[in-house]
């Protein structure tokens, strides 16, 4: 069954032991890595901590950049996704998430050819790892210099083309929820997406726009997702509002608040007989919805958090 993750991109100013406390206390059992933040305890601290918590990472935010717009050369960039690899085999997550990069002065086609060439050299380690890379298209209005992959069908169609089990989609519900091309494609996307990103917003995509909590805007979110699920989608449900919006009310509010929208969308597992349900979700009738703004102290990497 499908799980649902809260991603640290979220929670960004809580270290890792407050964030699957917070996370449990919530009824959350899933949650979506931050690479620098798990760089900062290591592998092996946090895979001992997710086991203690008894917390499964859904995915590993992010690989990438194969064009060479961060400055780093091809081979670069790929010994960094095989790391990213490596972190979610460790860490027992599913997906790795791929930004394709910027074009990088290359021309298109030369982009999509390096970003083809790059996975092809990752989907054999990736499939022995169990892992999945999921490439993210973004939206034109809000991709910028960050991804030239800003088609949604383009992205369906690299990995059809590739009909490779290690490479999937990251569907993020942000960008796509109502562009005019996602529900003509809905059925593909159902079958080739290992990770649903969940984040509203008021108005059309923007470069750097927020990333508001589901019901702060007018994406049809739900109808969405449920769309995905009668169409047979099983991967997993990542929530990851970031932004002003999110830092004024405070994580436990957000925490709380995606725990009302899980129960209302029925993704949440039946509860057991003593109440507690195997994903937790029945003691969200016991959470407080605003309650005060979590701690803002954290020694997580302080590299920026991507909106888009």
Not at 49 to 61: D, E, P, R
Request: charge should be neutral; proline fraction near 5%; aromatic fraction near 6%.
């Amino acid at each position: 069954m499908f799980q649902i993750a809260i991603s640290q991109t979220t929670t960004a100013r809580w270290e890792l032991p407050v964030e699957l406390e917070r996370l449990a206390a919530h009824g959350f059992h899933g949650i979506s890595l931050w690479r620098p933040k798990v760089s900062d305890l290591g592998v092996a601290v946090t895979a001992a901590m997710l086991t203690q918590a008894g917390m499964q990472a859904v995915s590993v935010l992010w690989a990438g950049g194969f064009t060479g717009g961060d400055g780093r050369s091809f081979d670069e960039s790929v010994a960094d996704a095989v790391e990213a690899i490596d972190t979610a085999e460790a860490l027992g997550a599913g997906t790795v998430v791929v930004h394709s990069g910027c074009r990088g002065g290359h021309t298109r086609s030369h982009a999509a050819r390096l970003l083809a060439q790059a996975l092809e050299q990752l989907a054999p380690r990736a499939t022995a790892a169990g892992v999945a890379l999921a490439i993210r298209p973004m939206h034109p209005a809000a991709a910028a210099d960050c991804n030239f992959v800003t088609r949604l069908q383009e992205a369906v169609e690299l990995v059809e083309r590739f009909d490779d089990p290690a490479i999937r989609l990251a569907f993020d519900l942000w960008q796509w929820a109502d562009a005019a091309e996602t529900q003509p494609l809905l059925s593909r996307l159902a079958r080739l997406t290992a990770l649903v990103q969940v984040a509203d917003r008021s108005g059309p995509p923007t470069v750097g726009g927020d990333r508001l909590p589901v019901g702060s805007g007018n994406l049809p979110l739900q109808r969405v997702v449920r769309r995905l699920l009668d169409l047979g989608y099983g991967g997993d449900f990542e929530f990851d509002p970031v932004g002003e919006r999110v830092e004024s009310l405070g994580y436990e509010a957000i925490l709380a608040a995606t725990c009302g929208v899980a129960k209302a969308w029925n993704l949440c597992p039946t509860a057991t007989a003593d109440g507690r349900g195997q994903g937790g979700w029945s003691r969200y009738l016991r959470q407080p919805h605003f309650a005060a703004a979590g701690s803002r102290r954290s020694q997580a990497s302080s590299q920026t958090v991507s909106r888009g």
